[in-house]
T-cell receptor, first 112, second 114 residues
Framework: SQKIEQNSEALNIQEGKTATLTCNYTNYSPAYLQWYRQDPGRGPVFLLL?????KEKRKERLKVTFDTTLKQSLFHITASQPADSATYLCALLKTSYDKVIFGPGTSLSVIP | DAGITQSPRHKVTETGTPVTLRCHQTENHRYMYWYRQDPGHGLRLIHY???????DKGEVSDGYSVSRSKTEDFLLTLESATSSQTSVYFC?????????????FGPGTRLTVT
């Protein structure tokens, strides 16, 4: 069956450093991969989408890579700030009917 | 929250009682979804709708039903609530286009079944 794994442990990093979050998947060939941010008590917020034919996507301090051979996506936040502290979800997209499969999420804490 | 409201925001109910959660959007998006979020499981799709009166099951649909009589409203019903349905429920919408597939989520409903 399809499986999505993200960093199993919460990630704590120092302010100003680059945070790297991992999303691995098995038994799946997604056409798209998305990253969302979720703050406590709130719904997820869409951040980035990357397509299977794209190796890398950037948006301000965010960078996402997508390696279909390794079945892995890396999500980087450069020059991290305490305001970046949240849970980050990766999601894989089926092309039919727009259904999305979400990973369990990784909790990131940026320490001042 | 992109013009999406959910009601109620919190509910405590007893096992065996029926419960209906409402999702309302003002974006006129075609697709609407109901997810549940539980620790260790992430978000799991319950049901979704691709138009008025057009719905389909997600991966955890047992014990749930949905209805969509208007573009803006998507109702999730637990016919007879069980303790395993204690969860946070999120509604989401999307407008499927060629270039964008992102979903916009509501604020969530925390449901406790005692």
């Amino acid at each position: 069956s399809q499986k999505i794994e993200q960093n199993s442990e919460a990630l704590n990093i120092q302010e100003g450093k680059t945070a790297t979050l991992t999303c691995n998947y098995t038994n799946y060939s997604p056409a798209y991969l998305q990253w969302y941010r979720q703050d406590p008590g709130r719904g997820p917020v869409f951040l980035l989408l990357i397509r299977e034919n794209e190796k890398e996507k950037r948006k301000e301090r965010l960078k996402v890579t997508f390696d279909t051979t390794l079945k892995q996506s890396l999500f980087h936040i450069t020059a991290s700030q305490p305001a970046d502290s949240a849970t980050y979800l990766c999601a894989l997209l089926k092309t039919s009917y727009d259904k999305v499969i979400f990973g369990p999420g990784t909790s990131l804490s940026v320490i001042p | 929250d992109a013009g999406i409201t959910q009601s109620p925001r919190h509910k405590v109910t007893e096992t065996g009682t029926p419960v209906t959660l409402r999702c309302h959007q003002t974006e006129n998006h075609r697709y609407m979804y109901w997810y549940r979020q539980d620790p260790g499981h992430g978000l799991r799709l319950i049901h979704y709708s691709y138009g008025v009166k057009d719905t389909d099951k997600g991966e955890v649909s047992d014990g749930y039903s949905v209805s969509r009589s208007k573009t803006e409203d998507f109702l999730l019903t637990l016919e007879s609530a069980t303790s395993s349905q204690t969860s946070v429920y999120f509604c989401a919408i999307s407008e499927r286009g060629v270039m964008t597939y992102e979903q916009y989520f509501g604020p969530g409903t925390r449901l406790t079944v005692t």
